[in-house]
């Protein structure tokens, strides 16, 4: 069965330090896709970024950057110089390739939250 | 373009009661999911319709049920409610299975008193 691991219940940074956010998966199959979301206070669930498993390039979006490696099964999450905007909670999410054509649901990690402290 | 609607916002329900969820989707969208977020649990997935059809269900008891309307708006109901179903329940809509990227509403947050 899949499982994503965030180690980090909470971080807390002063503005404009980088900070990275851990994310660990296990699956058993070789196509899936991998998420991560941000849930501001709100509630609502923000969607930040999607790889799939045959793609390993990293990607970078403005301040916010993406290590993908399958050797480790580690897809992590970098904010560079961090702003207050950007405290939230953090998931990062997995789905597998359903058997029956398409995706599963997402089984997402715990999630990190993230204080960024003026 | 509107995002996703869910309503109620808030709702408070005694235990033993049945409650009735309702989620529309992006206009074009025709899978919709559905999650509930607890503190102890985290987000656990429910169950996803696309056309109409349950496509998938996460393992929960079958006090849990949902549909999905030709207008790809989807509703889930829960029945004899009990103290642990209070929880924020989130709705997601993509334009398919094949994963476009899922679009979150802000969800209904159930109070079981």
């Known amino acids: 069965a899949q499982k994503v691991t965030q180690a980090q219940t909470e971080i807390s940074v002063v503005e404009k330090e980088d900070v990275t956010l851990d994310c660990v998966y296990e699956?058993?199959?070789?196509?899936?896709?991998l998420f991560w979301y941000k849930q501001p206070p709100s509630g609502e669930l923000v969607f930040l970024i999607r790889?799939?498993?045959?793609?390993?390039q990293n990607e970078i979006s403005g301040r916010y950057s993406w290590n993908f490696q399958k050797s480790t099964s580690s897809f992590n999450f970098t904010i560079t110089a961090s702003q207050v905007v950007d405290s939230a909670v953090y998931f990062c999410?997995?789905?597998?390739?359903?058997?029956?054509?398409?995706?599963?649901?997402?089984?997402f990690g715990k999630g990190t939250h993230l204080i960024i402290q003026p | 373009k509107a995002g996703v609607t869910q309503t109620p916002r808030y709702l408070i329900k005694t235990r033993g009661q049945q409650v009735t969820l309702s989620c529309s989707p992006i206009?074009?969208?025709?899978?919709v999911s559905w999650y509930q977020q607890t503190p102890g649990q985290g987000l656990q997935f429910l169950f996803e319709y696309f056309s109409e059809t349950q496509r998938n269900k996460g393992n929960f008891p079958g006090r849990f049920s949902g549909r999905q309307f030709s207008n790809s708006r989807s509703e889930m109901n829960v029945s004899t409610l009990e103290l642990g179903d209070s929880a924020l329940y989130l709705c997601?809509?993509?334009?398919?299975?094949?994963?476009?990227?899922?679009?979150f509403g802000s969800g209904t947050r159930l109070t079981v008193v």
């Open positions: 699956t058993r199959d070789t196509t899936y896709y």
């Open positions: 206009s074009g969208h025709r899978s």
């Open positions: 790889r799939n498993s045959f793609d390993e």
């Open positions: 997601a809509s993509s334009t398919g299975p094949f994963y476009n990227g899922y679009t």
């Open positions: 999410a997995l789905s597998e390739f359903s058997s029956g054509g398409g995706a599963d649901g997402l089984t």
